[in-house]
């Protein structure tokens, strides 16, 4: 048969269907009795013809898949066939249950070779993902077993085929479609002598089931990230800092923003209000202003109804150390820190910085957040603790004066949303401010970068700012394509790391007060 002869078109079975359907179904099940009865196929119509999908070529039905919904819990464990089937020969559609069952997917023999057989599994997982239904299920023949049963149990033979060893027309082809082998089913089909009674049970997750009862509760899955590339300019007050920061959040928030982002140490123009020839007291003082920014910046979080990622600020504790620490303001008003990490040299050698010791992936009502200070995000282990924690969006305010410095931070940044399958959002500063110290230059480009895969731009760029200028960027980031890519992509990073052969872990601190590193 030539390509050129196929007009092939998906649909739904009819009830008038049935004559055909019978010739198709006793070709193909010809070794285990056959077609089912009309009534038996005319009731599974009637109680679920979403379920219930042809191919048919030129009105010749070529491949069908029959399908019915169950509980989840109960055949997601050890059952048998007749377990779907009452009396008269009725398939059991449960219409409340939460998972489809695959019964049956037939495809003319001489129709085999054009892929018809993914088309309607395919078509399975669309219905399965639109009826937001937890997962596809199936009772799934060996029937090549017989021909290795002498010499392998079913289990050394399912693991042969998995391994692509042996081949099995019916298993094969299940595991080439994303499905996993989750038990081996015991007399599910007695009559199936070629399959000697066994059967696997596949099983194939939505990733994007969201359970009823807490749909009006989940997060939003569209996302709109606003962030400031903040111009570094001379401030005669804190009141004048404060008002082009709410200016900002308001414009922000006009936009329907779910997040206000802005650099790293934003707010450090204000040293110039203080002596600089003592860069120590300079930067405590800087240090004193930050109670009231945190206050102020969340009360704008919660009046302008957008969570704000203050940047960083300098926070001295009670016993006189500082650390650069960023702000995560939620519009409900609760506040939480993320400190940097890693401290650059110019840091400790100028300022007398200090490291933070907790990292943290933030549930927010608009995803799971992460935050790396500038240096931070040129460590990698770091994004890849927070990735397992299943974070969404990296933020990554940064501070950096030269290009070079620059190109370290967007490059790592970039790589961490490959690596970890995440949004990674980049906010940094620009502009000249000589009259203060270690402030007299900055350069910066704005990013927001995705994965690498066809889901999302083909550079992985999702928006950026025009070089060295002040402006705000924004970018809407879809949620559901990371579950997607996850789970699917072209490469799946996180789920192929050979962790039989590495892995990552965060050291348990209280080693410091005396216990023995080498047990954590």
Known sequence: MSIDDLHLNLRNLEVEDYAKLK??????????????????IDRLIAEFPDGQIVIEDEGR???????????YET????????????????????????ALYGLDVLIDPAYRGYRLGR???EARKDLCRSMNLRAILAGGRIPNYFEHAAELSPTQYIDQVSRKEIYDPILSFQLANDFLVKRLL???LPEDERSQGYATLLEWNNILYE???????????????????????????VEQVLQQVEFYVDAMADYQSDFAVFPELFNTPLMGLTDQSDQIKAIHFLAGFTERFKTEISRMAISYNINIIAGSMMEEDSEGKLYNVSYLCHRDGNIERQAKLHITPQERR???????????????DAGRVGILICYDVEFPELPRLLAEQEMDILFVPFWTDTKNSYLRVRHCSQARAI????????????????????????????????PSDFAFPHDAVMSETTPNTEMVMFSDLDLTRLRVVRSEGSVTNLKDRRKDLFDLRWRDWSWKSGANPDSY
Request: aromatic share 10%; glycine share 8%.
């Open 119 to 121: 088309r309607l599994y």
């Open 419 to 450: 690596e970890n399958e995440c949004y990674v959002v980049a906010c940094g500063s620009v502009g000249n401010v000589p009259s203060i110290e270690n402030l007299d230059i900055q350069y910066a480009q704005s990013s927001v970068f995705s």
């Open 211 to 237: 359970p009823v009862a807490r749909v009006l509760e989940s997060r939003k899955t569209q996302v709109r990230v606003g962030a400031v590339q903040w111009q570094m300019r001379e401030f005669a007050s």
């Open 350 to 364: 100028d300022w007398v910085v200090e490291g933070g010791d907790e990292l943290r992936v933030f549930e927010t």
């Open 23 to 40: 010739v198709l179904m006793d070709v193909v099940y010809n070794d285990i009795g056959g077609a089912w009865e009309k009534h038996t």
């Open 75 to 98: 055949f997601s464990n050890p059952h048998k066939y007749d377990d779907l089937i009452g009396n008269r020969e009725i398939i059991l559609n449960n219409a409340k249950g939460d």
């Open 61 to 71: 039905i070529v491949g069908v898949a029959l399908t019915v919904l169950v509980d």
């Open 186 to 188: 015991k007399k599910y």
